[in-house]
């Protein structure tokens, strides 16, 4: 159990498109979903907070316009990377909490999107 | 906000050897520990984690200890194996619901 799946794996993509990552929990419900962005041999960076039903909240630097949230299910969040660059780049990696796990601290992770922007 | 530090960023152990690292962590409010394993281009897996009303937890060849007060935590890997070379995280957090920081990681290598 605790399934979080990502879609697309891999993405490639030309400077200035809009590229969308999606993030399912598959057997679980999440009112909350984590985004984090990992560059070649870094930490995991949280992005954004993904609240089910209310806007994300958005780490201090990180460009709310730039990186959209939207997490209309209890099952879905997505994150598109609009008007993509080079420095765009990088591994980007959802987590959820599941909703039943009421005193669990475990976040459960995506495989990860590894997005190349050219 | 919290801050994570981690040593060391890298470690060659021999097999069979131990491995400590290490992380220190700065907001008392921080009340759940994790350590993630990751490899190269995968999601990172949970290897064990500890709450902060426990002073230190084993499982097999891998135990945490704490120390709320000095506020560090440590990872002990004893018997290591090859397959256990990867990038260590260890993280903090405040439980159900909140976001982890992470440590900046540990490669680590276990060498034949």
């Known amino acids: 159990g605790a399934v979080v799946s990502q879609h697309p794996s891999r993405v490639i993509c030309k400077s200035g498109t809009s590229v969308k990552i999606e993030c399912r929990s598959l057997d679980f419900q999440a009112t909350t979903m984590f985004w984090y962005r990992q560059f070649p041999k870094q930490s995991l960076m949280l992005m954004a907070t993904s609240n089910e039903g209310s806007k994300a909240t958005y780490e201090q630097g990180v460009e709310k316009d730039k990186f959209l949230i939207n997490h209309a299910s209890l099952t879905l969040s997505t994150l598109t990377v609009t008007s993509a660059h080079p420095e765009d780049s990088s591994f980007y990696i959802c987590?959820?909490?599941?909703?039943?796990?009421?005193?669990?601290?475990?976040?459960?992770f995506g495989p990860g999107t590894r997005l190349t922007v050219l | 906000g919290e801050n994570v530090e981690q040593h060391p960023s890298t470690l060659s152990v021999q097999e069979g050897d131990s491995a400590v690292i290490k992380c220190t962590y700065s907001d008392s409010a921080s009340n759940y520990f994790p350590w993630y394993k990751q490899e190269l281009g995968k999601r990172p897996q949970l290897i064990i984690d500890?709450?902060?009303?426990?002073g230190e937890k084993k499982d097999q060849r891998i135990a945490v200890t704490l120390n709320k007060t000095a506020k560090h935590f440590s990872l002990h890997i004893t018997e290591t194996q090859p397959e256990d070379s990867a990038v260590y995280f260890c993280a903090a957090g405040g439980g159900y619901g909140q976001n982890f920081v992470f440590g900046p990681g540990t490669r680590l290598s276990v060498l034949p």
């Open positions: 500890i709450r902060s009303n426990v």
């Open positions: 987590s959820a909490f599941p909703v039943q796990f009421e005193l669990a601290a475990e976040q459960f």
